[in-house]
């Protein structure tokens, strides 16, 4: 999706600026510098925002919010929590968590890239 255009629900282009189309972020990763570029971060530091919530499109079943995970971050006192699924299959397309130590590509990638 990296470099589509943003439209509304309408099917009308979203505009960055007066003259400039918004576009989808190159990847998930992509969020943190497009609200660095919006202006969006330094926006949400003058607020009185605690903590923000952020989950790829991608992933359908996300509960928005999420009480628990919030509460869970809360109470360990976390920067960061992330909430994932063991994967039941090699080739299974998900993300991937893992240490530096125990890195090694050949599991991680599925057969079509090997």
């Known amino acids: 999706l990296a470099d ?12 960055r600026t007066k003259n400039e189309i918004s576009r989808y972020p ?13 202006g969006a971060l330094s ?14 499109a991608e992933n359908l079943l996300t509960r928005v919010a999420d009480p628990m995970l919030i509460g869970y971050l809360i109470q360990c006192h976390a920067d960061v929590v992330v909430k994932c699924v063991t994967r039941r299959h090699i080739v299974d397309p998900l993300g991937v968590f893992c240490s530096m130590q125990e890195f090694n590509p050949d599991t991680l990638a599925g057969p079509e890239s090997r």
Request: glycine letters at 12%; hydrophobic letters at 40%; proline letters at 5%.
């Open 4 to 15: 589509l255009p943003l439209l509304d629900a309408k099917g009308r282009y979203l505009l």
């Open 26 to 38: 190159s990847g998930t990763g992509g969020v943190f510098s497009a609200l660095r570029e919006s």
């Open 43 to 56: 926006d949400i530091k003058r607020r009185p925002i605690e903590y923000l919530f952020l989950s790829g």
